[in-house]
């Protein structure tokens, strides 16, 4: 693993985008400052200041586009929540990789892919951390949130948090990617709190309301009947 800190950026992503050809495998380009932060579905991702982390992993496991791949953001967010759990919090995985305390979004993943000429050039896993915040700082977010010091009532070392994270991503990265998404299936679904439970759920061209059947061994969503491999619980 190599780390890469950016003491400034417009985004960690748009970077490892820019940046893909001098980019080894398996590096993290992590920051705490972004300018132009993106979150999924175009929305922006606030900068909450100095001790919060904005990450990118970039990967280059192979030239082709493999099926596992589009499942390397739930294996992100099983990561994350077994990170969170270290620091004795009850951490929830809201389908596909959004993780929630108490209900409110401490953490979001935006996942994208370079491609040219036909070949993978890289995956680029965005993670933005709430580590340290205010309650005030989040009057200008309409979501419900929270960080992580405000959940376990003490300031967060960042540099703490990346270490472990980052421990935990690689330490099972390889084994993922060789086996897929039915290897973490059970572990996922003990922190999928959604499963059983009236959901809404959201893609381009659906949004359905209805009871969360099941997790499919690859990762889908099954609602009302209606499996969705792709979407947003919102
Ligand atoms: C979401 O909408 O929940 C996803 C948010 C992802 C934010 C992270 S911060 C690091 C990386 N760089 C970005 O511009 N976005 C991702």
Request: charged content about 25%.
């Amino acid at each position: 693993m190599i780390k890469k800190h950016l003491n400034e950026v417009n985004s960690t992503n748009t970077y490892a985008k820019e940046h893909i050809k001098n980019i080894k495998d398996k590096t993290v380009i992590y920051t705490s400052h972004q300018t132009g932060g993106r979150g999924r579905f175009n929305r922006v991702w606030v900068d909450l200041g100095d001790e919060n982390l904005f990450l990118s992993f970039v990967l280059k496991p192979s030239k082709d586009l493999k099926p596992v791949y589009s499942n390397l953001t739930q294996y992100t967010a099983l990561k994350l929540a077994e990170t969170f759990k270290e620091y004795s919090i009850n951490p929830q995985i809201k389908w596909p990789n959004d993780i929630l305390i108490n209900g409110k979004k401490i953490s979001g993943i935006l996942a994208e892919s370079v491609m040219s000429e036909g070949k993978l050039k890289g995956l680029i896993i965005g993670v933005g951390l709430n580590l340290n915040a205010k309650e005030e700082d989040f009057s200008q977010i309409d979501k419900i949130v929270t960080a992580l010091n405000l959940e376990i009532k003490k300031s967060v070392d960042k540099n703490v948090f990346l270490n472990k994270f980052c421990k935990n991503f690689f330490d099972g990265y390889d084994n993922f990617l060789e086996h897929g998404f039915i290897s973490i299936k059970s572990e996922y679904e003990s922190y999928a709190n959604f499963i059983g439970k009236e959901v809404t759920i959201k893609n381009f061209s659906t949004t359905i309301k209805g009871i969360a059947e099941k997790i499919t061994d690859n990762g889908a969503i099954i609602v009302e009947g209606q499996e969705f491999l792709t979407g947003d619980i919102i």
